[in-house]
């Protein structure tokens, strides 16, 4: 379900759940608790500088099981709640975040990527963008918001209330993404630069890299809506369990 890759000063976390990566409960949580393995390993004094966060060829993540959104209220609200604490952990971080895009990354896999410092995706056929409006669900203040900080006002409102995926060379020309490479290099790209930032003296990069992640950790620790009304918003409404429904048949 998550695979661990050590490259030397870099961890890749290798999102692995057949078909297609769909973000689960348990896969959430792995996720979390490897990153927070991670970073206890870096504070005890492990030689660990950066971690990739990859998925599988031709797919990074397709976003959050739907099937679980469709599952009792309690099932889909203890998804929402693992999401909403991986965001928080994403934003976090000790450890700088690289997400290798290795192919599709709708809705909750390009929420894992815009919560990275640094986004490196494969040219060619994959997509990427917050598509929620168009399978029914309501993505929240704290998304946009960090979906704006990246895009400026204009582009983020435009793409999120389209529920756009943007082809790679839109996305890198949006500022969505950094770089884009050939499929069967993009994780080595992010572990390369991983490694580079391995390379910067320790002190003085973290203290840049806390100045200018302040505030993504602030719009992240300070959501303005709560859980319950962010769910009853958009994520358990008829409509939404109308459009998931036709979705899954």
Same mark, same amino acid.
């Given at each position: ?11 890749? +976390?290798?999102? !692995?759940?057949? $078909?297609?990566? &769909?973000?689960? %409960?348990?896969?959430?949580? *792995?996720?979390? @608790?490897? #990153? =927070? ?52 952990? +994403?934003?976090? !971080?000790?450890? $700088?975040?690289? &997400?290798?895009? %290795?192919?599709?990354?709708? *809705?909750?896999? @390009?929420? #894992? =990527? ?75 790209? =992010? ?59």
């Amino acid at each position: 379900m998550l695979e661990i890759i050590q490259h030397g000063s870099v961890r890749e +976390l290798r999102l !692995s759940r057949a $078909p297609v990566n &769909a973000l689960n %409960t348990e896969l959430i949580s *792995a996720l979390d @608790a490897a #990153i =927070a393995l991670a970073e206890t390993e870096a504070a005890a004094g492990a030689s660990l500088r950066a971690l990739v966060i990859s998925g599988n060829p031709k797919l990074f993540s397709a976003g959050l099981d739907l099937r679980e959104i469709m599952g009792p209220i309690e099932t889909a609200r203890t998804l929402v709640l693992a999401f909403s604490q991986l965001q928080l952990r +994403l934003a976090r !971080s000790s450890l $700088p975040l690289i &997400a290798a895009i %290795t192919g599709h990354s709708p *809705a909750g896999g @390009a929420v #894992i =990527a815009i919560l990275c410092d640094h986004r490196i995706m494969a040219q060619g056929a994959a997509r990427i963008g917050l598509n929620e409006v168009q399978v029914g669900l309501y993505p929240g203040e704290t998304i946009f918001r960090c979906y704006e900080r990246i895009l400026g006002t204009a582009k983020a409102a435009n793409f999120l209330t389209r529920g756009a995926m943007l082809t790679a060379d839109e996305a890198l020309a949006a500022g969505l993404v950094d770089e884009l490479v050939e499929p069967d290099q993009v994780i080595a790209r =992010a572990v390369a630069i991983g490694q580079e930032i391995a390379a910067l003296p320790p002190m003085t990069y973290s203290k840049t890299r806390a100045l200018v992640r302040a505030d993504l950790v602030r719009l992240v620790e300070h959501p303005t809506e709560s859980l319950a009304s962010l769910m009853q918003a958009g994520w358990v409404t008829d409509e939404t369990r109308e459009r998931m429904a036709a979705l899954l048949r």
